[in-house]
């Protein structure tokens, strides 16, 4: 080889990013999934159906590891401190991207700066829920309740700055009425609650709380799409009960700690395309109330972005804080 092809060569090779060719064949090992949130959240029972998924195509396990606390805070460190070599990433949801950010004036991470976006995975809808004893049997009828006692009617969420919090306070701001926030560590601890009467209400991905809905422990007062959906086809949006345009849902999406080799990250985007295009995954994601994305690396990145923004706003008009 002459001279100025291994010039080239050293050239080409300082551009690629570190690590990209330390590991012909990644993976090597099982990966390790954090999902920063209970198990049984919305976001947990979407990451168990991809990650099963992806294991099975890549001959790999992913193992997924549930580290709640803080409304995600702590296992969002862990993913952020790991060593960024594809073997950890992380099962990430909106709030923890885009909502914590805007509560906390001090955080123990930056979602742009420490993390690397790998791909959207699948959007979570939300809705309104009570005991299926409950007195409200819909949107309407809570709003009206909660306008005649101010500050009366409490509602579970999975602790402070969860997206629940955020659903329900952005709710009581649109509709111009005053509820009691009662915060929980995790949102299924919240929605075993409201089933079972200690606590009215709860806005909740209905990923959670869909078996409880069919099971008749838990109410579907109202979901906040922008039209029905097929799968709670009787239930109005909360736009169609009095809160005209109010929509609300979560994200679940694949994060990785920043310094991940690019092509280890265009790895994984790949996997979870191709899970994400398994009928069976589909099915089964679909029934838990979520709608299949994907995405690339750049395109969350930017929605990621635009989220930030999005929710700065929407916190500021319905004063959105910690309590």
Same mark, same amino acid.
Do not use: Q, Y
């Given at each position: 080889?002459?001279?100025?092809?291994r010039i080239a060569l050293i050239v080409v090779l300082a551009a690629l990013p570190f690590g990209a060719t330390a590991q012909p064949g990644y993976p090597l090992k099982p990966i390790r999934m954090i999902i920063p949130l209970a198990a049984a959240s919305a976001v947990d029972n979407?990451?168990?159906i991809v990650a099963q998924q992806m294991s099975a195509n890549m001959g790999e396990q992913i193992v997924v590891d549930n580290q709640p606390g803080a409304a995600g805070l702590i296992g969002?460190?862990?993913v952020a401190r790991a060593a960024p070599d594809g073997y950890t990433i992380g099962g990430f949801n909106d709030s923890i991207m885009t909502m914590l950010p805007n509560l906390h004036a001090k955080m123990p991470w930056d979602i742009l700066r420490d993390f690397e976006p790998v791909s959207l995975v699948a959007t979570v809808e &939300?809705?309104?829920v009570a005991s299926n004893q409950s007195i409200y049997r819909t949107a309407a009828e809570l709003i009206a309740a909660a306008g005649a006692a101010p500050g009366r009617i409490d509602y579970a969420t999975g602790g402070n700055g969860s997206p629940q919090h955020v659903a329900m306070a952005l709710f009581a701001s649109t509709a111009g009425v005053s509820l009691t926030h009662v915060p929980y560590k995790g949102a299924t601890q919240a929605a075993l609650d409201v089933a079972a009467g200690q606590v009215p209400v709860s806005f909740q991905g209905l990923a959670t709380v869909a078996?409880?809905?069919?099971g008749g422990k838990l109410r579907?007062?109202?979901?906040?799409?922008?039209?029905r959906l097929p799968q709670f086809a009787d239930v109005p949006t909360i736009s169609e009960s009095g809160l005209p345009g109010f929509e609300f849902?979560? &994200?679940f999406t694949i994060m990785v700690p920043a310094g991940t080799p690019r092509p280890i990250i265009a790895r994984l985007n790949a996997e979870v395309r191709k899970a994400l295009a398994?009928?069976?995954v589909r099915e089964k994601l679909n029934a838990q109330g979520l709608t299949v994305r994907g995405s690339s690396p750049e395109e969350l990145g930017a929605a990621t972005r635009e989220q930030l923004a999005k929710y700065a706003r929407l916190m500021k008009q319905a004063g959105v804080v910690i309590d």
């Open positions: 080889m002459s001279f100025a092809h979407a990451a168990r969002a460190e862990h &939300w809705g309104l078996s409880l809905i069919r579907l007062l109202g979901v906040s799409t922008r039209s849902n979560s &994200w398994d009928p069976g």
